[in-house]
């Protein structure tokens, strides 16, 4: 499937990108939200799984309405724990650790740091999860999800349609790298579904991209440690990675990852 390749349905405030592979379809909203969240929502059957809810109630509402005609029996709720007022009666998925992530760990601090900066546009009140899940195989809505733990949460992969859903990619936008040696664990994840021929890459922050675009964020990746190895300090990383990759989005991220990079 090419990632170009979907029906675009425009919303009051986002947008759904609806890929058709035949027996399953995947909806793609973007929510044009303050931290450009991604939402998958895989169908098949008039059956549906959710995979990441939403967090500012607009966007709640708005996908919930698009969904009306949809029996949603679950929603995997990995590195986005927040925007509980969404399909508050569907059954929530997470590993223990995701779980803890979004409950008492750096999930629930982001979440509490986005409650405090946009107010009470988001929804700061955290999904409860229903159904703890390990690692492997899990069958919803017909559809088979190969669930992968990961240090904070989990990925999935989605045989049927040839995808896999990771937190984040972006190929051409900044991500939080937490070090070299998180920067080297991105590539060999990256590198992982280049091997396997994944034909969509899923991220919660970005349109779905494929694996052009991982080739390129490897590339990304290889220079981001090659620039932090000769710079000083975290604000000469900063504008010489900016120098390299003038229209990335995505500052915030940077400014992230060089406190990583160059903690005090």
Not at 12 to 33: I, P, R
Not at 209 to 219: R, S
């Amino acid at each position: 499937m090419n990632k170009n390749t979907f029906t675009a349905v425009k919303l009051a405030k986002g947008e759904m990108n609806v890929y058709d592979f035949g027996g399953v379809k995947l909806h793609a909203y973007k929510t044009n939200d303050f931290i450009d969240d991604e939402v998958f929502v895989v169908e098949k059957n008039g059956k549906a799984v959710v995979i990441e809810p939403p967090c500012f109630f607009d966007n709640c509402k708005e996908l919930s309405e698009y969904l009306n005609d949809l029996e949603v029996e679950g929603i995997f709720v990995a590195y986005h724990g927040a925007g509980a007022s969404f399909l508050p009666n569907v059954p929530k998925y997470a590993t223990q650790n995701a779980k803890e992530y979004s409950e008492n760990g750096g999930g629930k601090a982001l979440i509490d740091n986005f409650a405090k900066a946009f107010g009470e546009t988001f929804d700061g009140s955290v999904h409860q999860i229903t159904d703890v899940i390990g690692e492997g195989k899990i069958t919803l809505a017909g559809i088979d999800f190969i669930i992968i733990r990961t240090a904070e949460a989990f990925d999935i992969e989605i045989p049927e349609i040839n995808a896999v859903y990771t937190h984040m990619l972006g190929h051409d936008c900044h991500s939080i790298v937490a070090g070299a040696g998180h920067a080297d664990a991105i590539i060999a994840q990256l590198d992982g579904y280049i091997k396997n021929g994944r034909d969509l890459i899923l991220t919660s922050h970005y349109t779905p991209e494929d694996l052009k675009d991982a080739e390129t964020k490897i590339a990304y990746l290889e220079d981001l440690k090659a620039i932090a190895a000769k710079c000083k300090n975290a604000e000469e990383f900063k504008a010489e990675t900016k120098k390299n990759y003038p229209d990335y989005s995505g500052e915030n991220y940077l400014d992230m990852t060089a406190g990583f990079f160059f903690a005090e």
